[in-house]
């Protein structure tokens, strides 16, 4: 059986454009892209008037929309909603759920935008037993691990990436000159 490549490749072609297409739609559609993480969690002891000591627990969750496009009706649950500050300052609402739980909603988040949400309550209640889960009416949140690390300056990254692409033109040529001695 004789295989037609020129057929083969008539009807192949247009077929990996399409999936390509489509692939690169989809990840370069104008769309809201919301990150979550939790910033810093702090139990501090401070004095009460009378001498006692109390345990004063907080923590911060940043909510960004890293897309190009508004995020509407972003909603952060909670299994309990203590006292909380956003920053910046945001419009935001409180709803009420049918099991008890609480969402803070906020209408809209523009694109390249991040808040902070700040919490305070006491003990026995902990970090893990408030927040529940952060979306939108364009979907779920993606949960990042974060770290602060040292940013360098803007010279020595450019520095590191004339030596990145150095080693790859040279491991380039290296392999062309491989493939010049095989065959």
Known sequence: MHINWDLVAKIAIPLITLVLGIILNKWFEDRPKLISYISQTFGIYTKT??????????HSVVVG?????????????????????ILPSIDHSVKD??????????????????????YLYFPPLTFNQINTYTESDQGSARIVNMQLTRQYSPRLIKAMLLVFLLGLGTLGYLLIMAIKVVF
């Open 65 to 85: 929309n890293v897309g190009r496009k508004s995020a509407t009706d972003v909603r952060l649950g909670h299994s309990e909603l203590p006292a909380f500050q």
């Open 97 to 118: 759920l049918p099991d008890g739980s609480k969402e803070i909603v906020i209408p809209t988040l523009v694109p390249k935008k991040q808040i902070t949400i700040n």
């Open 49 to 58: 008037p009378n001498g006692g000591n109390l345990m004063v627990h907080t």
